[in-house]
T-cell receptor, first 108, second 116 residues
Framework: GQNIDQPTEMTATEGAIVQINCTYQ??????LFWYQQHAGEAPTFLSY????GLEEKGRFSSFLSRSKGYSYLLLKELQMKDSASYLC?????????FGAGTTVTVRA | SAVISQKPSRDICQRGTSLTIQCQVD?????MFWYRQQPGQSLTLIAT?????????ESGFVIDKFPISRPNLTFSTLTVSNMSPEDSSIYLC?????????????FGPGTRLTVL
């Protein structure tokens, strides 16, 4: 089975940094994805990790440790538009299993 | 990335009726996926639909309740049959497409279903 855990909510101020952790225990692993989902909208792809280490993409970075079953998404220089739900998803057996999502609220 | 459209965008239906949701992609794709997202929750995979074969359903989902068609490489439908209020949810289709060097899933805008 798949077990993917991430915090329910996080709050941060504009311009700050927030780190969203994700731990997983899955029966197969072909990669880990992070998606952003604004309220009432479809998820959009943010990042992908398959090897250990940090992947940087502008203000967003994602880290993976396969041995620890751990990933994090780092959001830097937070903007109001970053207020959204962030979903951690693990690919195994050609399908994605999603965590429950972390709702990030950015305050002015 | 693939551009995906869904119809209808939302609907309100009566208990016991059925609704068919359409998903159209602007390019040919091998694998299409149907998800459900209940209020305040994350996405749950219903089934994987490949063209020319029967859909593969996840645990807890059955073909009689959620029949799926995949007539070609750009289109799929999901029917929610004999609906009850518990079926009220957002239904999303997704496709796998190449994003730079990574095969990733892109999602349609979703269909918001309310069952009375």
């Amino acid at each position: 089975g798949q077990n993917i855990d991430q915090p329910t909510e996080m709050t941060a101020t504009e311009g700050a940094i927030v780190q969203i952790n994700c731990t997983y225990q899955t029966s197969g692993f072909n990669g880990l994805f992070w998606y952003q989902q604004h309220a009432g909208e479809a998820p959009t792809f943010l990042s992908y990790n398959v090897l250990d280490g940090l992947e940087e993409k502008g203000r967003f970075s994602s880290f993976l440790s396969r041995s620890k079953g751990y990933s994090y998404l780092l959001l830097k220089e937070l903007q109001m538009k970053d207020s959204a739900s962030y979903l951690c998803a693990v690919e195994g057996d050609y399908k994605l299993s999603f965590g429950a999502g972390t709702t990030v609220t950015v305050r002015a | 990335s693939a551009v995906i459209s869904q119809k209808p965008s939302r609907d309100i239906c009566q208990r016991g009726t059925s609704l068919t949701i359409q998903c159209q992609v602007d390019s040919q794709v091998t694998m299409m996926f149907w998800y459900r997202q209940q209020p305040g929750q994350s996405l749950t995979l219903i089934a994987t639909a490949n063209q020319g074969s029967e859909a593969t359903y996840e645990s807890g989902f059955v073909i009689d309740k959620f029949p799926i068609s995949r007539p070609n490489l750009t289109f799929s439908t999901l029917t929610v049959s004999n609906m009850s209020p518990e079926d009220s949810s957002i239904y999303l289709c997704s496709v796998e497409s190449l994003a730079r060097t990574v095969n990733t899933q892109y999602f349609g805008p979703g269909t918001r279903l309310t069952v009375l």
